[in-house]
């Protein structure tokens, strides 16, 4: 990754806008200088330089400027630059991936997607498949106030069960449309058969284990659809598939599920089993009457396309005025 690109672009900014300062906040004279400046750096350097990109710089500048980046002092005519050292860089991505993170106006999502695509390793086209399914929405819809602020300073950590959840989860790379007719058998066999993406899907640290894990009970059989490790939390993490809306039946068998493996399967030293029932529809009231306030069971809904990000900043928006007015 060439951070000298990123740094001499951020560096062209910034003179973009002292220039504009100069010609004191007339719009007229800032496009003059990046028409200007364009034209001259096109000559010298090649295509790289239009107005297009040099407005990209600016913004760059104007969203970035508090990192402050280590530049050798040089008059303003002067384009040269000091090779940044790799650990001193305040820059962490390429600048095709900054150019799309410019175009993501709210500051606390735009700072949640840069530290997961370099915690990540992200590509660019990796970011833009989280960014386009809502991932910093979805984890945001399953926390608390503290919780979404710690998403923008400190991207996903996982430190507890609920650090996992998203709402909803996307599976649209099943290719199972809306309304096609299908059972929890054919939803199963296609997650399996997809297994790698429903991993990254599910998020950090998750280790498949089997399906349809067979357990024995006063010589009834039960099975667990799909049973997961996660290596960050240290525990079992079992997932019931339900195609329609979640009844309390449900929650009391996933309860069950869950203790089983807490009591014939986990060893010492690991943490307690959690358990996820992903369902078309939940109801949040019947989870909270029917399971104790410590339960480690979690219900969740799950969509077979991409939901659109307005729908899920609605959603965002409904959650923290309810939040607001519970603090009230």
């Known amino acids: ?19 504009e300062q ?42 970035y400027r508090e990192r402050k980046p280590i530049l050798q002092s040089a008059p303003a005519e002067s384009l040269t630059l000091v090779k940044p050292r790799e650990e001193t860089s305040h820059f962490t991505l390429s600048w095709t991936h900054y ?12 700072s949640f997607y840069e530290i997961e695509a370099a915690r990540q390793d992200w590509t660019v086209r990796e970011l833009k498949r989280q960014f386009n399914s809502s991932l910093y929405e979805r984890l945001a819809l399953s926390r608390d106030k503290d919780g979404i602020r710690r998403l923008a300073k400190e ?39 997809r297994i ?6 599910l998020g950090k640290g998750f280790l498949f284990e089997s399906r349809q894990r067979r357990f024995t009970f006063d010589d009834e059989h039960y099975y667990v659809d799909l049973v997961f490790y996660n290596r960050l939390l240290r525990c079992y993490v ?14 009391g068998q996933m309860q069950m599920y869950v203790n089983y493996f807490d009591r014939e399967v986990k060893i010492s030293g690991e943490n307690p089993t959690v358990g996820i029932i992903l369902c078309k529809q939940k109801n949040s009231a019947l989870v909270r009457i029917t399971l104790p306030v410590d339960a480690n069971i979690h219900a969740r809904e799950y969509r077979l396309y991409l939901p659109s990000k307005e729908e899920l900043q609605r959603k965002l928006l409904q959650w923290a005025s309810e939040q607001e007015l519970g603090d009230a």
């Open 1 to 19: 990754m060439d951070l000298v690109q990123v740094h001499t672009n951020f560096e062209i900014g910034r003179r973009i806008v002292e220039q």
């Open 22 to 63: 100069k010609g004191k906040g007339r719009a007229a004279y800032g496009k003059e200088v990046v028409k200007a400046l364009a034209g001259r750096l096109q000559d010298e350097f090649g295509s790289g330089f239009s107005e297009r990109n040099l407005a990209y710089m600016r913004t760059f500048y104007l969203l």
């Open 99 to 110: 150019v799309f993170l410019l175009g993501i106006r709210n500051s606390d999502e735009r």
């Open 155 to 193: 991207g996903q950590t996982v430190a507890k069960p609920e650090d996992l959840l998203k709402e909803p989860l996307v599976l649209e790379f099943l290719g199972l449309g809306e309304e096609a007719r299908f059972s929890e058998s054919d939803l199963e066999t296609a997650i399996i058969s």
């Open 196 to 201: 790698e993406r429903f991993l990254l899907e």
């Open 238 to 251: 079992l997932v019931d598939l339900k195609l329609g809306k979640l009844a309390h039946q449900d929650l």
